[in-house]
């Protein structure tokens, strides 16, 4: 599993009980997932917690559970690096256009602009910015740098020599944020106009948005928080400006939401079959770490779940599906991250994993 970094978003923000009811209460068994989220909030060091599974097999349920306060089922939340499979698949569907190719260098797109500190975009394929191995440093591990712009957080990352060779996996959210600009260049939109046109509209997620510029959350929401360097204590910072994300980690969303994408994205509604593949499949050069936007976790008993996390200042998400899309589940949590990580493939295995 990567290891994905927190997105800066201002000073402020750098830091990025009881079961709830059920969608089918009577089937308490099919969520063993639930179970793992009292100890989110306990060993977890979340105020509250929610997940939403869901499967379409032949016992099929739609289950949401909740524990702690400030957290519901339709609430908007910030999913952070979620945005990047978006991302993917709007280039995947501009490349079976013929409008781009992934072999593309950079530099035939975007000409000059990744230059300096032995920086080339010459030398670095859409491809390699899909598959985080372009070798660009990350801007947001620039603790001086709050960029509110797309080409500001470039500047920022090519202040930096690379931090890899081209070729090797390096995760870097700078990767995203050119293959937003990418977007913009051969669609003549906006990746967020994009991303509506092409994935949001046609699959109704009402509850999905960019918010570009805007600082707070749509109604339905909860609040955010974050746990202060110096002493843990709690704090609010529900309103951020988004812009320093960007295409790398702006999106806004909902459990059900993000539940409906990824079936939708696995189960061939929004890319051929054989796209399906290579976003899934390019796994080489990051041996076997991450596809393009989305990434692979071998759970304890074998079975391979794809999907991707989510983490910026006040929110930690996380999608797993199956391979088709039919069997999915994601989770929330109300602040930045896990205390104890092991607890994320712990409950993930709960639910790829259990035995009915």
């Known amino acids: 599993m990567p290891i994905l970094r927190a997105l800066l978003v201002t000073p402020l923000v750098i830091t990025l009980l009881g079961l709830g009811s059920a969608s089918l209460p009577s089937e308490p068994h099919l969520t063993p997932a639930a179970s793992y989220l009292p100890r989110l909030v306990a060993e977890g060091g979340a105020p509250a917690a929610a997940l939403l599974a869901r499967s379409t097999s032949t016992a099929p349920y739609d289950i949401y559970r909740s524990t702690g306060p400030g957290i519901r089922r339709p609430d908007r939340f910030r999913a952070g690096s979620i945005t990047k499979t978006f991302i993917a698949a709007v ?3 501009l490349a079976g256009e013929h409008r781009l ?3 593309d260098t950079v530099d035939r797109h975007l000409a000059g602009l990744v230059r300096g500190h032995g ?3 010459s030398r670095i394929t859409l491809r390699a910015l899909l598959t985080h191995t372009s070798g660009l440093y990350d801007y947001t591990d620039d603790p001086d740098a709050h960029p509110v712009s797309a080409t500001a957080a470039v500047r920022t990352a090519l202040a930096h020599r690379p931090t890899n060779a081209p070729g ?3 995760y870097s959210n700078t990767d995203y944020v050119l293959l937003g600009l990418v977007v913009q260049r051969v669609t003549g939109h906006s990746y967020a106009t994009e991303i509506r046109r092409r994935i949001i509209n046609p699959l109704r997620l009402t509850g999905t948005s960019l918010p570009g510029a805007l600082t707070a959350l749509p109604a339905p929401h909860g609040r955010g928080y974050s746990h202060a360097p110096a002493d843990g204590s709690l704090r609010d910072v529900t309103v951020l400006d988004p812009r320093t994300a960007g295409a790398a980690g702006e999106l806004i969303s909902t459990l059900a939401d993000l539940n409906r994408f990824y079936a939708a994205l696995l189960g061939g509604r929004l890319l051929p079959p054989a796209q399906v593949n290579t976003l899934l499949l390019n796994t080489g050069a990051a041996d076997g770490i991450y596809g393009m936007g989305i990434y692979p976790q071998k759970l304890s008993c074998g079975i391979t779940v794809w999907g991707h996390n989510g983490r910026i ?6 999608t797993a599906a199956t391979r088709d899309g039919r069997h999915i589940l994601t989770f929330r949590i ?7 990580p092991s607890l994320e493939p712990a ?3 709960a639910e790829f994993c259990r035995r009915a």
């Open 119 to 121: 920086n080339d975009g």
């Open 91 to 93: 280039v995947l569907q």
């Open 347 to 349: 409950l993930l295995d």
């Open 168 to 170: 090797v996996y390096a």
């Open 334 to 340: 109300n602040t930045d991250g896990l205390s104890d």
């Open 101 to 103: 190719q992934l072999s």
């Open 313 to 318: 200042a006040g929110s930690y998400v996380r």
